[in-house]
């Protein structure tokens, strides 16, 4: 193995270890994050089933952003949606036999990449062009936004301009799966895409892309309209009026 796949492997290694372990380190900041007032944003479900239904319109079709803003609605769900198909049509470099719907969406997450691309420049272009967008923006923002460019082009680039060694790609990526890397082509391309993705799984779980598990834990979103039926009282506010008795 030469030293640029070994290197690759232990980059790889070491952000799919910081990526879990930062996720599931947060996520448990949000689930013992106390919400002690009732703040479901208006009009609310009454019922924990119509809270699991706005969740879903609001995860699988950008609800409340629709609402306010059909220009970033669209952007958003042009960069969401475009990269979901890209994501699953990757998984055919992690399956072995690749599962027949993951053979199916091939072509569709293809093009899809041209769909994440336009929505990231388009959601970028409002943080120069809307004054209160920019206004707030800081230097993190843009970076993240052109992380995310760089990873869409430098795909593309692949697909349709200066195309890899699927094959070995695949290879090494299943050898790492089970613990038996194999060597990684050394196109300059591919070495780029690779290193800015490992650069996003380790940015992840530190950065405001966590708005991904965060929408599940928004008490604005996940709480029910039950402020008349029932005193909502937070965990921590029960053991101190259970200690002043």
Same mark, same amino acid.
Request: hydrophobic content about 55%; glycine content about 6%.
């Given at each position: ?121 388009? +959601?970028?272009?409002?943080?120069? $062009? %809307? !004054?209160?967008?920019?206004? #707030?923006?800081?230097? /993190?923002?843009? *970076?993240m936004l052109a992380l ?36 990684l082509p050394t196109d300059?391309? +591919?070495?780029?895409?690779?290193? $800015? %993705? !490992?650069?996003?799984?380790? #940015?992840?779980?530190? /950065?405001?892309? *966590? ?35």
């Amino acid at each position: 193995m030469s030293l640029v796949s070994a290197l690759y492997v232990g980059l790889f290694y070491f952000a799919t270890v910081f990526l879990v372990v930062g996720l599931v380190l947060r996520i448990k900041t949000y689930a013992q994050t106390p919400a002690p007032l009732k703040i479901p944003t208006m009009p609310a479900p009454r019922t924990e089933t119509g809270v699991a239904l706005r969740m879903f319109r609001e995860v699988a079709f950008f609800e409340s952003l629709f609402r306010s803003n059909k220009w970033i609605w669209l952007f958003g769900i042009l960069f969401h949606f475009g990269m979901l198909l890209v994501l699953l049509r990757h998984l055919r470099y992690f399956t072995e036999p690749v599962w027949f719907w993951v053979n199916w969406v091939q072509p569709f997450g293809k093009y899809a990449a041209f769909a994440m691309l336009a929505g990231l420049l388009g +959601l970028w272009a409002r943080r120069f $062009l %809307v !004054a209160r967008i920019r206004y #707030i923006s800081t230097p /993190s923002d843009h *970076l993240m936004l052109a992380l995310l460019v760089g990873i869409a082009m430098s795909g593309i680039g692949m697909s349709f301009l200066v195309h890899t060694d699927i094959i070995s790609v695949k290879a090494f990526f299943l050898g790492m799966l089970h613990f038996s890397p194999q060597s990684l082509p050394t196109d300059p391309l +591919l070495l780029v895409h690779l290193g $800015l %993705v !490992a650069t996003l799984m380790i #940015i992840f779980p530190i /950065s405001k892309l *966590l708005h991904a598990p965060g929408v599940f834990f928004s008490p604005t979103r996940n709480q029910t309209d039950s402020s008349r039926e029932q005193r909502h009282i937070a965990d921590w506010a029960k053991e101190l009026e259970a200690g002043e008795r």
